[in-house]
């Protein structure tokens, strides 16, 4: 069964960094694109970055632009998103996915991790 476990969520104050890691196992990890989602309190789910199977190619949500990078090494079966410059309105449960297609629509995600929290204080 495949598996996609977050880490290094936590509480931390406006403009602080985190970095956020995705670990796969039993997935042909280097085929499948990534990405990262959130979802708020009452609000839907949120693309925030994503990266294609080779690295070469990423996109991100224009709310994170300039303050998050999406990274992957296939050799450790990782993903990462560096967070830098946090905002409360960051705060959200984050998701890591694989799929096919580096896109920005959680349908076409496959498979997904159960979330970290991430709480950013003002």
């Known amino acids: 069964q495949v598996q996609l476990v977050e880490s290094g969520g936590g509480l931390v104050h406006a403009g602080d960094s985190l970095r956020l890691s995705c670990a796969a196992s039993?997935?042909?990890?280097?085929?499948?694109?990534l990405g990262w989602f959130r979802q708020a309190p009452g609000k839907e789910r949120e693309f925030v970055a994503t990266i294609s199977w080779s690295g070469g190619t990423t996109y991100y949500a224009d709310s994170v632009k300039g303050r998050f990078t999406i990274s992957r090494d296939n050799a450790k079966n990782a993903m990462y998103l560096q967070m830098n410059s946090l905002k409360p309105e960051d705060t959200a449960v984050y998701s890591c996915a694989a799929g096919n297609r580096a896109v920005t629509t959680p349908d076409s995600y496959a498979y997904w991790g159960q979330g970290t929290q991430v709480t950013v204080s003002s």
């Open positions: 039993r997935l042909p990890f280097s085929v499948y694109a």
